[in-house]
């Protein structure tokens, strides 16, 4: 194993457990495992995360209309100026304004707002 005999493998632990103490190591070891999930999850992407039914029928019931997405996550539908709701599935609203078509991930509305 890398030119590490038992001795050294030993006499490594030793430290570690020494420098650490045995009550942090496993709160150390938590903390790796959460980081390699959260790394995971960014090089897989949010595209495969569906939205709840919710935000689907609501936004179904829009389409058509003009919609704004605030920085807050709060959607819009009903605006004066906005772009248009044109497409609704599971992941993606598709909008589309003057001069081009574009798509919101439904992971980042956290809620729907309709304006008369």
Known sequence: MFGIGTQ??????????LLF???RIPSALGGLGKGIREFKKGLKGDEDEAASPEIVAQL??????????LPDGT??????QGATLVQVDQVWATIQDENS????PLVSVKRIVFRA
Request: proline share 0%; hydrophobic share 50%; glycine share 16%.
């Open 8 to 17: 050294e493998l030993l006499l490594i632990l030793l430290v570690v457990l």
């Open 21 to 23: 103490g045995a009550r």
């Open 60 to 69: 179904k019931t829009g389409l058509g209309k003009q919609i704004r997405l």
């Open 75 to 80: 959607l819009e539908v009903g605006v004066e």
């Open 101 to 104: 078509t574009g798509k919101i």
